[in-house]
C-alpha cells in the first residue's frame, strides 16, 4: 500500500493507523496520562506561536511521508516551520514531507524500544529535533542535529526549530 492509497482509505479503516513498509500497522489507543501530556506541550506551543512573529505551525497525531511512499508516521506532536507550514495540506491525512520538530510520549504501557526506533526514523529522515517525552522517568531524550542529550526536570526545553520557546521539563511534567 502507498501513501495515495491510504489517503483513499475510509476514515474508520485509517483511524489510528500508520504505514509501515506498506503495511497498515495498528497504532494503540493512548492512556490518559499520555493524553494530558500531548495537550499540555500542544497548548504550550499554541500559545508560543500566538505570540511569536514567526508562527509556523504545531499539530497533534498528524500522519508525515517519512522514507519512501511506503512509510507514513504519526508523531504525537509536531511544529513545522513556517516555510513548511505553507505547504500543509488541511486535506490531506499524510503530508508529503517531514516536519522540522517531533515529539513521541512514552506512556507506561509502551515499549521504549519501539518509540526509540521511530525517533531514529525521524532522524534519519531529516527532521531536525526529535524529543522523547517518558512520564514514567519524568526525562526528555533529545536526537538533534545540534546534539543528543537526555534532559531531567531541572533541564529546560529549548527545541532549536522554535527560537524563543523555553519552559522547565519539571514544569511541564507536573501539569499532570
Known amino acids: 500500500m502507498t501513501i495515495e492509497d491510504f489517503e483513499k482509505l475510509p476514515d ?29 506541550l500542544i497548548q504550550l506551543f499554541l500559545n508560543f506561536l500566538d505570540r511569536s512573529a514567526s508562527a509556523g505551525l504545531a499539530v497533534s497525531g498528524q500522519g508525515y511521508r517519512f522514507a519512501n511512499d511506503h ?15 505553507a505547504r500543509f495540506d488541511r ?9 522540522d520538530l517531533a515529539i513521541q510520549i512514552a506512556s507506561r504501557n509502551d515499549q521504549f524500544t519501539n518509540l526509540e ?7 534519519e529522515c531529516e527532521v531536525s529535533e526529535a524529543y522523547l517525552f517518558s512520564i514514567e522517568s519524568r526525562r526528555v531524550y533529545r536526537y538533534a542535529d545540534f546534539g543528543d542529550a537526555i534532559l531531567s526536570e531541572k533541564d529546560l526545553f529549548e527545541p532549536h526549530s522554535m527560537p524563543g520557546f523555553s519552559t522547565r521539563i519539571g514544569e511541564i511534567f507536573d501539569r499532570l
Open 117 to 123: 526506533n521511530k525517533l531514529l526514523l525521524y532522524r
Open 91 to 99: 486535506r490531506r491525512r499524510s503530508q508529503l514531507f517531514v516536519p
Open 12 to 40: 474508520p479503516l485509517a483511524r489510528n493507523k500508520e504505514l509501515v513498509k506498506g503495511e497498515l500497522f495498528e497504532v494503540p489507543a493512548n492512556i490518559g496520562e499520555h493524553n494530558l501530556l500531548r495537550d499540555v
Open 71 to 85: 512509510m507514513m508516521r504519526a508523531p504525537d506532536i509536531s511544529y513545522l516551520s513556517p516555510a513548511k507550514a
